[in-house]
Each structure stands twice: as structure tokens, then as C-alpha cells.
């Protein structure tokens, strides 16, 4: 299994980025898909993650309202766009797998099954 991040850059703040993650190996459609980001001297945290089948979505409260992640199963990828960037949001993200059917439970690290390489992502003041 391969998970292939990709979209990461660097970016004024206010812009927006788009993140993808493709997957390969097997078919993930019944997996949750989700996102994590690691800041320089911080510990990983969870940013957003899609259900299998995408009928539920859940968010840090940080990136509500800027972030969407969606997913299309017929390309086994998930997607974050991420919009009205900040300065806080400069981290490096991490597409993420896991056999869940809630995407709550994919907050958790403890729970992902499967991690992507990461993809930098800086927002200039």
C-alpha cells in the first residue's frame, strides 16, 4: 500500500492550496481517508478526515470553515482544499488511512492503519 501526497507549497496568507493524496495498493472506498500536518516542534495532530464512501466528515476546530476534504473513490483519492490560509497553518501534512466507519475516529493516531509521506505546506505573513 502506497499513499502519494501531493499540492503541498508555499503561499501568501489568505490563499488557498490543494492538497491530494492518491492511493494504491488496494481500494480504500469502505476506509476512512483523512489528514494530519506536523508543525516544527509540535506533535502531529489531526486536521480532517472523510467516512468510507465519504458520508461523514469531521474537522479540527481550527480548520473549520477553511478546510474541505472530499474524496473520489473511483481514483482512491481524498483531497484537502484549503482555503483562506494562515501563518499557523505552515506544517507538513500527512494523508492518512484507516479502517473506520466514523470519521471521528480517525482524530486518533492510534487508529490510522496506513500513513502517506508528507507534503510541506508554508503561508508567508
Known amino acids: 500500500v502506497q499513499l502519494q501526497a501531493s499540492g503541498g507549497g508555499l503561499v501568501q496568507a489568505g490563499g488557498s492550496l490543494r492538497l491530494s493524496c492518491a492511493a494504491s495498493?488496494?481500494?480504500?472506498?469502505?476506509?476512512?481517508m483523512g489528514w494530519f500536518r506536523q508543525a516544527p516542534g509540535k506533535e502531529r495532530e489531526f486536521v480532517a478526515a472523510?467516512?468510507?464512501?465519504?458520508?461523514?466528515?469531521y474537522y479540527v476546530d481550527s480548520v473549520k470553515g477553511r478546510f474541505t476534504i472530499s474524496r473520489d473513490n473511483a481514483k482512491n483519492t481524498v483531497y484537502l482544499q484549503m482555503s483562506s490560509l494562515k501563518p499557523e497553518d505552515t506544517a507538513v501534512y500527512y494523508c492518512?488511512?484507516?479502517?473506520?466507519?466514523?470519521?471521528?475516529?480517525?482524530?486518533?493516531?492510534?487508529?490510522?492503519?496506513?500513513w502517506g509521506k508528507g507534503t510541506q505546506v508554508t503561508v508567508s505573513s
Open positions: 492518512a488511512v484507516a479502517a473506520i466507519t466514523t470519521a471521528q475516529i480517525m482524530t486518533r493516531s492510534k487508529n490510522i492503519d496506513y
Open positions: 495498493g488496494r481500494t480504500f472506498s469502505n476506509y476512512g
Open positions: 472523510s467516512s468510507g464512501g465519504g458520508g461523514s466528515t
